[in-house]
């Protein structure tokens, strides 16, 4: 029941958000904003591909622990492009409230992606064990929660001073995705019914990618 749940839940995900974003940079028009938006949205659903899809295919077949060092590498590249994604979501809060310095918040962004990237690519995550540390799945992800806690402030300020409803929520979708993936890292592993805060955490991105489009087809009229 898990497998088939699971795996119908991630290819309607897969396939809504890259063609939502393939949708968005065909109909952006040169808006850059939309374009990146997009952009954003194909990273995500590519990225999140190379760890679902194999997953989905060791929960139909023989079970995961047959696919670990696959559903790592997958985990790997996961990581790098979720990081990617916090990066062109700063570029879509510059361009949509058209930010022209700031210029030590773009240093902070792109100090605590790097960091997060080489943190991720070192060989200590031994992405391809079963047994993978617990201390580097957390050392990893403290510069990801802080990039993260970033976007939710600059998103959260902005919203308001402009008085932009449309995006009034980006904010919260960026804290419930942290909300439900910060237990998971901890506890998935000695707990694994807790992964299935996956599944609300994948459901806040889809609200953000959603919130991009809604405002596009606001924008266009399309």
Not at 117 to 133: G, V
Request: hydrophobic share 55%; net charge positive.
């Amino acid at each position: 029941m898990q497998a088939i749940f699971e795996t119908l839940f991630d290819i309607v995900y897969l396939i809504s958000v890259i063609t939502i974003g393939i949708t968005m940079v065909i109909r952006s028009n040169g808006n850059r904003q939309y374009r990146l938006f997009g952009i954003m949205a194909i990273i995500l659903g590519a990225g999140d591909a190379f760890h679902l899809v194999p997953r989905a295919v060791a929960l139909c077949t023989t079970g995961l622990a047959d696919y670990t060092a696959v559903l790592g590498a997958g985990k790997l590249v996961t990581s790098i492009t979720m990081t990617i994604f916090y990066v062109i979501l700063y570029h879509v809060w510059r361009t949509r409230y058209q930010v022209s310095n700031r210029h030590a918040v773009t240093a902070a962004v792109y100090l605590l992606a790097a960091v997060r990237i080489l943190l991720c690519l070192c060989p200590q995550n031994a992405w391809l064990s079963a047994s993978a540390p617990l201390r580097w799945d957390i050392y990893r992800n403290i510069p990801f929660a802080l990039l993260g806690l970033l976007i939710i402030l600059l998103f959260y300020r902005s919203t308001r001073k402009s008085v932009d409803d449309p995006f009034r929520p980006m904010w919260l979708t960026i804290v419930l995705s942290f909300g439900f993936y910060i237990p998971v890292v901890l506890w998935a592993d000695t707990i694994p019914v807790v992964g299935m805060l996956m599944i609300p955490k994948t459901l806040a991105y889809v609200w953000t990618v959603l919130i991009g489009y809604r405002s596009m087809q606001q924008h266009t009229g399309k």
